[in-house]
């Protein structure tokens, strides 16, 4: 079964400073993989995905995420964050029938 | 463009009742799903379907039951409402066959039962 691990309950940074999310993976056969972004009171919104091909993926507001096959990750990135960044970010893992398997999530604070 | 509708956004069940949370989805879209998320779980699948007449279980489908009667709707049936069905619940859809579509979800149902 596939399975997905995001090893921080919580992110902190400051605001124009890099960050990083992380996130691996356990999957047999190629791995489609997912990046959301949560807002209170919100339903997950798409981020990027990773399908093949690059494995830099770059996506919405400026996020990126890194594919590493073999340490089976799949890195959420911004050069820059904002304080609007902050909110609740999910890796998830296709599986069958287009059906995610999701992380624990992540919280992403970034200080003024 | 209306996306993927959820009603309704909160609700408070006592333990024993039955309801049903309604879902639909205005994109034609052939694939359908219900999530719940609890605080640090992230998000637990419980039915989906890939089409009208069509449906399956997920990881957590005890306590509740799903149909797919049209492509746009998708409900959610609570029997019995218990205190572990406390839970926010999302639907979302999907429009390719081959997983490189991404979910488009719902704003969420806020459910208590107590």
């Known amino acids: 079964a596939q399975s997905v691990a995001q090893p921080e309950d919580q992110v902190n940074v400051a605001e124009g400073n890099p960050l990083t999310v992380k996130c691996t993976y356990s999957?047999?056969?190629?791995?489609?993989l997912f990046w959301y972004v949560q807002y209170p009171n919100r339903g997950l919104q798409f981020l990027l995905k990773?399908?093949?091909?690059?494995?830099l993926v770059k996506g919405s507001y400026g996020f990126e995420a890194e594919f590493n096959k073999s340490q089976t990750s799949f890195h959420l990135k911004k050069p820059s964050a904002l304080v609007s960044d902050s909110a609740l970010y999910f890796c998830a893992v296709r599986g069958q029938y287009s059906t995610l398997t999701f992380g624990k999530g992540t919280m992403l604070l970034v200080s003024p | 463009n209306a996306g993927v509708t959820q009603t309704p956004k909160f609700r408070i069940l006592k333990i024993g009742q039955s309801m049903t949370l309604q879902c639909a989805q205005d994109?034609?879209?052939?694939?359908m799903y219900w999530y719940r998320q609890d605080p640090g779980m992230g998000l637990k699948l419980i039915y989906y379907s890939v089409g009208a007449g069509i449906t399956d279980k997920g990881e957590v489908p005890n306590g509740y039951n799903v149909s797919r009667s049209t492509t746009e709707d998708f409900p959610l049936r609570l029997e019995l409402a218990a205190p572990s069905q406390t839970s926010v619940y999302f639907c979302?859809?999907?429009?390719?066959?081959?997983?490189?579509?991404?979910?488009?979800f719902g704003n969420g149902t806020r459910l208590t039962v107590t």
């Open positions: 994109m034609n879209h052939n694939y």
């Open positions: 999957v047999s056969g190629n791995p489609y």
């Open positions: 990773y399908i093949t091909g690059d494995n």
């Open positions: 979302a859809s999907s429009y390719r066959q081959d997983g490189s579509s991404p979910l488009h």
